[in-house]
């Protein structure tokens, strides 16, 4: 199982004070495989119903991990018709709950679902809120949300401290890193 390296938070945007009211997290597992899986987030345990605890888990594509994220916003969270639609025409595999995006779907056809996400999506008031580690494939993928018209805000590593294990679990300095020097 590979460990978490990024997180998106998704919900209401709180227009007050700049928030988010969270309703769903989606955290991206990588390492040699990567997969998303996307959680509903309740404030009290009795929202929690059968029909609205749904675990969902695509394995993305590794060039577009982002924005595989942001399809399942659109058809998990959102619910999008239009998506929902074509989502139903276009994935091979009926288990609704776990996806494998390099076998159930045609390129084309991902790509043509990408292309009407990419439309729809600014129709909703959602914020997402991303944070990435430092190792995240989509630190590297975080321009395109510029095609996607939503409220969001990126979050990554300003300071660090790091327990080197190669050298018997030495615990580093607490420095602050310049993620724009990485890339």
Not at 38 to 46: G, K, S, V
Not at 61 to 71: C, F, N, Q, R, W
Not at 121 to 143: M, N, R, W
């Amino acid at each position: 199982m590979g460990s978490a390296n990024a997180f998106i938070m998704v919900g209401r945007p709180d227009p007050v004070h700049n928030g988010i009211y969270p309703t769903h997290c989606l955290i991206l597992h990588e390492n040699d495989k990567p997969w998303w899986v996307l959680t509903p987030i309740f404030r009290f345990p009795d929202d929690c119903k059968p029909e609205n605890c749904e675990i969902i888990v695509w394995i993305p594509t590794v060039e577009h991990m982002l924005e595989d994220a942001l399809l399942m916003i659109g058809l998990y969270v959102l619910k999008d018709k239009e998506l929902i639609s074509l989502a139903k025409k276009f994935f091979k595999n009926k288990e609704k709950n776990r996806i494998w995006l390099y076998e159930d779907i045609e390129r084309e056809n991902l790509e043509k679902l990408r292309e009407i996400c990419r439309k729809v999506l600014p129709k909703y008031s959602f914020k997402i809120v991303i944070a990435i580690t430092l190792d995240s494939t989509i630190l590297g993928q975080i321009e395109v949300l510029k095609d996607y018209k939503i409220e969001c805000e990126v979050c990554t590593a300003r300071f660090r401290r790091d327990r080197n294990y190669w050298r018997g679990g030495i615990l580093g300095e607490f420095e602050e890193y310049d993620i724009l020097k990485r890339w």
